[in-house]
């Protein structure tokens, strides 16, 4: 309708909006944690040989990243203690209510991992205890592995899909409502999961391992792969704005406001800085023979995607449903679903890493194929 | 021997206890809806065979805000919360302008899409089509609050849970009115029963052309309007104008949501 330049709002009252800083956090950490664990089955399950090194590691982290994410959603809950009311009551909104299906894969999702990393790292565990570890063992593990894996790809696709599915299925925010959404997360997840392997892997084999030497050639690889997965991220995107806001109805109005009104942090500094930029380092071999550079692009990407993830859920809700123009949004420094509950989410992440990465042997799984080469 | 089989005694009692008392708290626990509704509560069933709605005759609607306190005081809604609210439009440009209000509530849809994403049945519709939140199962994601798309649900600061107009239920289920009705001065708002063909609502939506808000989102409202300009009717994404009373006298910055308008 073409009468919005004839009608001003001169009274209203500021609606309420639920979904703060924890949620765009929640995403990137589970897009994150899908990420690595497909990256650790391009080995295990694709038998691709030269993701092998980097397979335990990137597992791992997935671990890991899916163990705090949920963090995020209990902090964003007004009322935690009644977890229990979710598992006991509602279960005739199963069908329509994609968090009703989150919950379940959170939980049966790092489980798998975990039985996945256990399984991998059985002949270490055992070697340990001075009990000798067979071949048949050996071969009769390696089939465990590749099967936990191929339930594994299917479930970390879901796990960061339904978070897309719990945006798109919202048809009274416009930039949320696309069925294009769970495959827009996935891919985004692909390229803030290879920015934070990028960032996490020349630390840990420099400084953790006893081989202390970064593969240069992992990193130019990964590079490469970022680069295709930005690719792939784009082509999404591009087909998602430009239906979402030339062909659409009536939301395209809203799109274009909201395009409108945030076109530098959303154009310039998400897509340009954030996206083109590290693709192109990816993509040159002049930059991505270069540590730096490949370093300075998995930065760009991890932070890309989370502002990507900022803008989508905080700029979706801050489309006026009843009232005109835009919200704002301001979290709080203190307290539940603040700057604070994220610092504290990070820092359980890296205290997570740190006891994980300790207790398993994936420096010495790793050395196995840099001592091999000498 | 006599203490082998004492702890199979043992094993096989603490089993069966085990199990027994696992079986029968899921009978109980686990709930394709909540427990309210279990257990059949009048205040969860609401009245069979009715179809409660409003009609709101916007000729009549003077803008006075009674519906707006009314509300706040029957419902004890909590500061800058509203369960209903009169916002004020200017339509047109100078020198031929108008006011237009427009009263809104919970449309409590036929098909309401804040009720079939709550993972924890605490919002439901009743069998009268009263949809309501019980606010002892509810864990306060918001999932419901995103949903809707008539912004007409809120956090319940006090409660720490989604919150929502109940058409006043206590009061209808009591034979009375809302309270919104109640007060409404010009007789704008008009309540009753949608099935009975010769409740005041059902004939006046008979004789006049009546309409919804935001048709095309497909929750099927339950609150009909007649005389409702197409300016306002699918609450358009419209200029940053906006004179919010109670972020002007509040604060802007302090809130974590507020308005972006001057």
């Known amino acids: ?374 | 021997m006599p203490s082998k089989s004492r702890r199979e005694f043992v094993k096989k009692a603490t089993g069966l206890i085990g199990v027994s008392t696992l079986a029968s708290t899921h009978a109980h626990a686990l709930s394709l809806t909540n427990p309210g509704r279990d257990a059949k509560d009048a205040r969860y069933v609401g009245q069979e065979g009715k179809r409660f709605g409003m009609v709101i005759d916007l000729r009549k609607c003077v803008g006075c805000q009674a519906c707006t306190s009314a509300c706040k005081s029957e419902n004890k809604v909590p500061k800058e919360k509203f369960r209903t609210y009169v916002p004020e439009y200017e339509l047109g440009s100078y020198p031929s302008v108008r006011k237009a209000f427009l009263p809104q509530l919970c449309n409590h849809c036929a098909e309401p899409s804040c009720v079939s994403v709550c993972p924890t049945g605490a919002t439901f519709a009743r069998k009268d089509g009263i949809v309501v939140v019980d606010n002892e199962i509810c864990w306060g994601c918001g999932y419901c609050i995103n949903a809707c798309p008539y912004d007409k649900r809120y956090f319940n600061p006090i409660s720490n849970v989604a919150d929502k107009c109940t058409l006043c239920a206590h009061r209808v289920d009591h034979g009375l009115l809302p309270a919104c009705v109640e007060s409404c001065v010009g007789g704008a708002r008009v309540f009753g029963d949608l099935n009975d063909p010769s409740s005041h609502v059902s004939r006046l939506l008979a004789t006049f052309p009546a309409t919804v808000l935001k048709p095309a989102s497909g929750t099927k409202p339950r609150v009909f309007y007649i005389a409702l300009s197409g300016e306002i009717q699918s609450l358009p994404y419209s200029n940053g104008i906006l004179d919010d009373a109670v972020r002007k006298r509040e604060g802007a910055l302090h809130k974590e949501w507020s308005s972006k308008g001057e």
């Open chain 1, 1 to 374: 309708m073409d009468f919005g330049s004839l009608l001003h709002t001169i009274s209203s009252i500021t609606p309420d909006r639920p979904w703060g800083i924890d949620i765009p956090n929640y995403f990137w950490f589970t897009g994150s944690s899908a990420a690595a664990f497909i990256i650790s089955s391009f080995a295990h399950v694709f038998g691709m040989k030269e993701y092998k090194p980097i397979a335990g590691f990137s597992l791992l982290l997935a671990f890991v990243l899916l163990v705090a994410a949920p963090m995020n959603l209990i902090d964003d809950l007004r009322q935690p203690g009644r977890i229990i009311n979710f598992f006991f009551y509602g279960w005739e909104n199963f069908p329509t209510s994609p968090m009703k299906w989150g919950v379940l894969l959170l939980m049966a999702y790092p489980l798998l991992i975990l039985a996945e990393a256990i399984v991998l790292y059985r002949p270490y565990f055992t070697m340990k205890k001075g009990v000798a570890y067979t071949k048949e063992q050996e071969e009769k593990d390696h089939r465990l592995g590749v099967l936990l894996g191929a339930i594994g790809i299917p479930l970390a696709l879901s796990v960061h899909g339904y978070t897309g599915y719990i945006l798109g299925a919202v048809h009274a925010i416009p930039l949320f409502h696309t069925p294009i959404m769970p495959i827009l997360f996935l891919a985004s997840a692909m390229v803030s999961g290879t920015g934070l392997l990028i960032i996490l892997l020349p630390i840990f084999q420099k400084f953790f391992t006893d081989f202390k030497r970064i593969d240069y050639a992992m990193m130019q690889r990964l590079a490469r792969l970022l680069a295709w997965f930005i690719v792939i991220d784009l082509v999404i995107r591009f087909f998602w704005l430009t239906f979402a806001i030339t062909f659409n109805n009536e939301e395209k109005y809203a799109l274009k406001l909201f395009f409108g009104e945030n076109f530098w942090e959303v154009l310039i500094v998400d897509y340009v800085i954030c996206l083109f930029v590290p693709m192109a380092i990816g993509f040159i071999r002049f930059f991505s023979r270069s540590l730096k550079w490949v370093l300075f692009a998995g930065v760009l990407s991890a932070i890309g995607v989370w502002i990507f993830r900022w803008n989508t859920v905080i700029g979706g809700q801050s489309i006026g449903k009843t009232t005109p123009f835009l919200l704002e949004y301001h979290p709080h420094v203190f307290g539940f679903d603040s700057i604070l509950s994220v610092v504290s989410n990070w820092s359980l992440l890296i205290a997570l890493i740190a006891a994980i990465m300790a207790l398993f042997p994936w420096d010495k799984e790793m050395a196995n194929y840099y001592t091999k080469e000498q």
